[in-house]
């Protein structure tokens, strides 16, 4: 069977972000530079040069500690539609449409997290969850890790940045950025119950603090939760509106994600006898259809 790797003009096309060069593609990779980009894009600075607007910002993004910030949630009074990955099985999270994908950047630190579980005092927590209903678990897990674990960035405690550690290793030392927080979550949740098909490790970039992220997306009683390391609160997907998902990994693949466009109605006159044009509604496109069909070898729809 042909491997199926996702070509880097397509994460350009679907995420709108930097494609790396090739030097760049290496075990070195931080998140930062592995998935939003370690350089300017030469088609943006292209494309302001020809409008006359000014060269794209490129400000480095760093991560950032989500031990006091929060995600920007919308208003509790708006109603929202459930995530279409409560029902298709994928993580169609944060409005986006997920993607699947064979290889990524980071499939090693996945691999080296993706089944290790919890133990000792962790592990015997998770077990008196076992029972409860589906809320319960995800709250009394997020409340658990949230609260021993204390954010430290990897440069700080490895030395070295982007480092994905297993779920004991985290707990025991009660430090780890924010992919720690959110494997930790996971293996607690197997643990308390969780079907693996039901949670999602979810790379993603903050566009208000310009930080690249990541949490753990449980899909339970209709809906996509998010638990995050920057707040006790356990939020539906859909009610999140400052997160742009990257990657995600599950037991059950890897997916990118691109967003679905409404174009205007494309007016057209029937004939020249016509007093009104005809109006024609395209229908739906996921991302930029025409480029995203002529690239999209491996993706699953």
């Keep these: 069977m042909a491997q199926h790797i996702l070509p880097t003009a397509l994460v350009f096309l679907v995420t709108g972000l930097a494609p790396m060069p090739a030097m760049a593609q290496s075990a070195s990779w931080s998140k930062t530079d592995a998935i939003?980009?370690?350089?300017?894009?030469?088609?943006?600075?292209?494309?302001?040069?020809?409008?006359?607007?000014?060269?794209?910002?490129?400000?480095?993004i760093q991560p950032a500690s989500?031990?006091?910030?929060?995600?920007?949630?919308?208003?509790?009074?708006?109603?929202?539609?459930?995530?279409?990955?409560?029902?298709?099985?994928?993580?169609?999270v944060f409005g986006s449409v997920a993607l699947r994908v064979d290889h990524t950047p980071l499939d090693a630190r996945w691999k080296g997290v993706e089944h290790a579980g919890v133990d000792g005092a962790a592990a015997r927590f998770a077990e008196t969850q076992r029972g409860k209903d589906a809320m319960t678990k995800l709250e009394a897990v997020d409340w658990y890790?949230?609260?021993?674990?204390?954010?430290?960035?990897?440069?700080?405690?490895?030395?070295?940045?982007?480092?994905?550690?297993?779920?004991?290793?985290?707990?025991?030392?009660?430090?780890g950025d924010c992919e720690d927080y959110a494997i930790a979550k996971m293996a607690m949740l197997r643990?308390?119950?969780?079907?693996?098909?039901?949670?999602?490790?979810?790379?993603?970039?903050?566009?208000?603090?310009?930080?690249?992220?990541a949490v753990l997306v449980a899909r339970a009683d209709g809906h996509m939760y998010v638990l995050d390391n920057g707040t006790d609160q356990v939020l539906d997907s859909e009610s999140i509106s400052?997160?742009?998902?990257?990657?995600?990994?599950?037991?059950?693949?890897?997916?990118?994600?691109?967003?679905r466009m409404q174009p205007a109605p494309i007016n057209v006159a029937a004939n020249e006898a016509a007093k009104k044009p005809v109006a024609i509604a395209s229908a739906d496109q996921r991302s930029w259809s025409a480029s995203l069909r002529a690239l999209s070898t491996g993706f699953n729809r």
Excluded at 146 to 175: E, H, I, Y
Excluded at 207 to 213: E, F, K, Y
Excluded at 248 to 253: D, E, H, R, V
């Design 145 to 175: 890790v949230n609260k021993r674990v204390r954010f430290v960035d990897d440069r700080v405690q490895w030395g070295r940045p982007d480092v994905w550690s297993a779920a004991s290793t985290t707990l025991s030392r009660g430090r």
């Design 242 to 259: 400052d997160y742009r998902p990257i990657l995600t990994f599950a037991s059950s693949g890897s997916w990118t994600h691109g967003y």
């Design 36 to 60: 939003l980009g370690g350089a300017p894009s030469a088609l943006e600075s292209i494309l302001a040069q020809q409008s006359g607007a000014p060269a794209p910002d490129h400000t480095p």
């Design 66 to 92: 989500y031990s006091y910030a929060r995600p920007v949630v919308s208003s509790a009074a708006v109603r929202f539609e459930p995530s279409p990955g409560v029902w298709n099985g994928r993580p169609d």
């Design 191 to 213: 643990r308390a119950g969780f079907a693996e098909r039901d949670l999602y490790l979810v790379v993603l970039k903050d566009l208000v603090r310009r930080a690249d992220h």
